[in-house]
């Protein structure tokens, strides 16, 4: 799979759902090192937690999740497809449940100088249940969410759509920061716990 596309726009993609899909291959880079992270002997690592907490929350959720929550389900909307209820209604609330369990490991981490035990625990659950829930949430969207906005949204939406990620990219994420964060799924790749 080719990562290293995604850092130079999407230009060479047809359709939006493949900016989307590519995204998600990202994440499940960062979702193994997290299972690792979880699983991991000894003193919390701390550096790479936070590094996959950042991913988490400034790629997967700001740059990812928005794109979704922003551009692709109100062009659904625009399509027929409810915002309300249904498959978006329900990516919508995996989306809310998932910032539940990063705040959850967000404090955990915090608490971790204090009670180093206690935050371990709490650590591991957040990011257990953050894993459960993302990669159904995911296989969901690949195998039938974006299914359903291939058959509806034609070329001109799928361009428009396009354009509308390019411009999120450009005016809410900044210049080199989906470097930034390809950079770091590419390191917590090479974390071994
Ligand atoms: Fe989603
Ligand atoms: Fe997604």
Redesign the pocket.
């Known amino acids: 799979m080719d990562t290293q596309a995604a850092a130079h726009g999407h230009h060479h993609f047809e359709r939006a759902t493949e900016v ?1 899909k590519q995204e998600h291959r990202l994440i499940e880079k960062v979702l193994a090192a997290v299972e690792k992270l979880a699983g991991h002997p000894g003193p919390i690592p701390v550096e790479p937690w936070e590094k996959a907490i950042d991913f988490i929350r400034n790629f997967a959720d700001k740059c ?2 928005l794109k ?2 922003g551009l692709l389900f109100p062009m659904l909307e625009e399509h027929g497809i409810p915002r309300e209820g249904g498959p978006v209604g329900m ?2 609330m ?2 809310e449940e998932g910032r539940g369990y990063v705040r959850g490991m967000a404090a955990a981490l915090a608490a971790a100088k204090g009670d180093a035990e206690g935050a371990k625990k709490q650590l591991a659950e957040n990011a257990r249940a953050y894993l459960r829930l993302l990669k159904e ?2 296989a ?2 690949d195998q039938i ?1 974006f299914e359903m906005a291939d058959a509806h949204i034609g070329p001109q939406g799928q361009r428009r759509l396009l354009e509308q990620f390019e411009e999120h990219e450009r005016e809410e994420m900044g210049p080199g920061v989906h470097e930034k964060y390809l950079e770091i799924a590419n390191e917590l790749e090479r974390f071994n716990g």
Request: hydrophobic fraction near 35%; proline fraction near 0%.
């Open positions: 989307l990812h999740h979704e929550e990516m919508l995996e989306h949430h995911i969901k969207e969410l």
